[in-house]
């Protein structure tokens, strides 16, 4: 049994299509699985701004029939010095799940280790896992399944969105193309995952500087801000520079397939990533994936206090690839 849901890669396409079920169950009804969250306390502890993930919790933790407990550092001891393995020993014996945002994966871990409750990843410098789940819902309801679809990311990809979409594509069995400049692909040791796990489930993983070329035959486009939470206003003018040729505009959107969506994890910067014309038009499902994070939420939640997911067995090496 897996105790904590810190990154999609910790589990197996089994856990990841349970939590699915059981989101898109909890979205048509909020009330199926009672309250079994009653008389317990959740601890949304968050050193970073948010919207969706913030509400979107204390949201399901209500729904669950649990009290949201949200803090930030200014208000724990953790601010002052307290070590993070004190802290999560000490909030284990009042609370029933853990929700942490915070930069460091590492930290996270720690904190992962030293609980005995429940610790859920509401976002990291390198994981998004929350977010996935609920595009991977978004992508089920559009196109009815996630296998064999074909998934173009286009723009700053070194960040915890295009980590997280790509081991959870890889892991359903879609394939991912990720359109970057060289100096904003992905971390190596994700892709190195990916790669290898897409080819156990007969995907694949693309890595071009092409946007034309990468959403040529997508079913869905993605893109993120090209400024991630933590990184320095003084990158923005070079980033601009670097990324227009990778925004995502009603041209280059019609290279996709005809019946191609359009997703946004959100916040947007419309004129920079994204045109208006997009994100707000009929293809756009930006919106739809911001609903998702509801019943996603209550699924993880419910998942990890019933003990219901195994997490990743030991997975054989990719097949070699045939030469030609
Ligand atoms: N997509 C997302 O995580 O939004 P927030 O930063 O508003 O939580």
């Known amino acids: 049994m ?3 849901f810190l990154r999609i890669a910790d589990f197996s396409s089994e856990d990841i299509n349970h939590l699915l079920n ?3 169950e909890l979205k048509a009804d909020p009330e199926s699985r009672g309250k079994p969250l009653d008389g317990d306390t959740v601890v949304l502890y968050f050193t970073k701004p948010s919207t969706r993930t ?6 399901a933790v209500a729904h669950l029939g649990g009290l949201p407990a949200m803090v930030s550092p200014a208000e724990l001891q953790l601010g002052r010095g307290e070590t993070i393995e004190d802290t999560a020993r000490v909030v ?3 609370a029933r799940a853990f929700v942490i945002r915070t930069a460091s994966d590492e930290d996270v871990r720690r904190f992962s280790a030293a609980a005995s409750i429940p610790v859920i990843n509401a976002l990291t410098d390198n994981h998004h896992p929350c977010q996935a789940l609920a595009d991977l819902l978004t992508l ?4 009815g399944r996630i296998k064999g679809l074909r998934v173009t990311y286009v723009g700053d990809a070194h960040n915890n969105v295009t980590h997280s979409l790509m081991e959870a594509c890889a892991l359903l ?3 991912i193309v990720i359109a970057s400049p060289p100096s904003l692909r992905p971390a190596d040791e994700i892709l190195d995952w990916a790669r290898a796990e897409a ?3 007969g995907a694949e993983v693309v890595v071009t500087d092409d946007p034309r070329g990468a959403v040529r035959g997508a079913h869905a486009v993605y893109t993120d801000v090209w ?3 933590g990184e320095p206003e003084a990158l923005r003018a070079e980033r601009i520079d670097q990324l227009t040729p990778y925004r995502v505009t009603p041209a280059l959107l019609a290279l996709a397939v005809p019946d191609a969506i359009f997703m946004h994890c959100l916040p947007a910067h419309r004129g920079e990533e994204v045109d208006a014309a997009v994100i707000d038009g009929p293809q756009s499902v930006a919106f739809q994936q911001a609903e998702n994070r509801l019943p996603t939420e209550m699924a993880i939640l419910y998942a990890l206090v019933n003990g219901l997911l195994n997490g990743a067995r030991e997975r054989e090496p990719a097949p070699a690839t045939q030469g030609v």
């Open 199 to 201: 080819a156990r489930h």
């Open 92 to 94: 284990s014996e009042y």
């Open 140 to 143: 089920n309801e559009r196109f």
């Open 54 to 59: 913030r509400i979107s919790f204390e949201a």
């Open 22 to 24: 059981l989101s898109a």
């Open 2 to 4: 897996i105790k904590d």
């Open 173 to 175: 069995g879609a394939s």
């Open 227 to 229: 400024l991630s939470m």
